[in-house]
């Protein structure tokens, strides 16, 4: 665990893995002191910013570092929810020839095994979901795409996500939804929060 300073509101905590970062955000999540305002988790960090004016930089980075960290699967999740996919997507194919598995068996291991939004970011919306087959992981594409179509379904590494509105990406894309992922008038707007389980299904 290393702790940085962002800010005179704000520590960075930084942790040597995503399962450690879950395993700390957890056990903070359930003990806030007065004072939290936010916590937010990323593949190796969590964020904390706190009222200055309610609780001291020092003593926030000590309830950081005496927290023991809780496994989250020890709770139920907070949220099922089941996504429609069409894979048609234009990486599906090469994909297959990087994990060695067929069309049919890339298709059948995305939809094998629930997956689980682990944190959100890059763009509001965008959940970063773990938890499926470990025959999935696949690098980034060498060259990112300028444009990536709302509810483009896409892997990265030990991820897959769903591209919330068009933007720029990386991601290899195996699928399309028509599921909106990011609806500002829906409360909350983001479909996809830590925590909220997803179950794909082949339409």
Same mark, same amino acid.
């Not at 965008?126 to 980034?140: I, M």
């Given at each position: ?5 962002? @800010?005179? $509101?704000? *520590? ?9 970062? !879950?395993?700390?955000?957890?056990? !903070? ?10 916590? *937010? ?19 926030v980075? =000590?309830?950081?570092?005496?927290? +023991? ?5 020890? +709770? ?10 069409? %894979?048609?997507?234009?990486? /599906? =194919?090469?994909?297959? =020839? ?13 939809? &094998? ?7 959100? &970011?890059?763009?509001? @919306?965008?959940? %970063?979901?773990? &938890?499926? $087959? ?17 509810g483009?379904?896409? /892997? ?6 769903? %591209? ?5 990406? @990386?991601?290899? !894309? *195996?699928g ?12 909350p707007?983001? !479909? ?6 997803? #179950?794909? +299904? #082949?339409?």
């Amino acid at each position: 665990m290393r702790i940085l300073d962002v @800010g005179e $509101a704000a *520590i960075l905590v930084e942790f040597e893995d995503l399962d450690t970062v !879950l395993a700390h955000f957890h056990a !903070l999540d359930k003990s806030r002191p007065t004072g939290i305002r936010e916590l *937010i988790p990323a593949a190796r960090t969590v964020l904390v910013r706190f009222d200055r004016e309610t609780i001291r930089k020092d003593r926030v980075a =000590e309830w950081v570092r005496t927290s +023991e960290p809780q496994p989250a699967e020890i +709770e139920s999740p907070t949220e099922e929810i089941r996504i429609q996919v069409r %894979y048609d997507g234009p990486d /599906l =194919e090469e994909v297959a =020839e990087i994990t060695g598995l067929g069309v049919d068996e890339v298709i059948a291991a995305h939809i &094998g095994s629930p997956w689980t939004v682990a944190f959100c &970011g890059f763009a509001p @919306g965008f959940g %970063y979901l773990t &938890g499926g $087959a470990p025959e999935l992981q696949v690098p980034r594409r060498d060259s990112p795409r300028t444009s990536v179509p709302a509810g483009a379904v896409g /892997l990265a590494g030990k991820f897959t996500g769903i %591209y919330p509105h068009s933007s720029p990406g @990386g991601w290899q !894309l *195996i699928g399309t939804t028509e599921e909106p992922i990011w609806d500002p008038a829906r409360t909350p707007p983001a !479909l996809l929060r830590p925590g909220v389980v997803v #179950h794909f +299904e #082949h339409v």
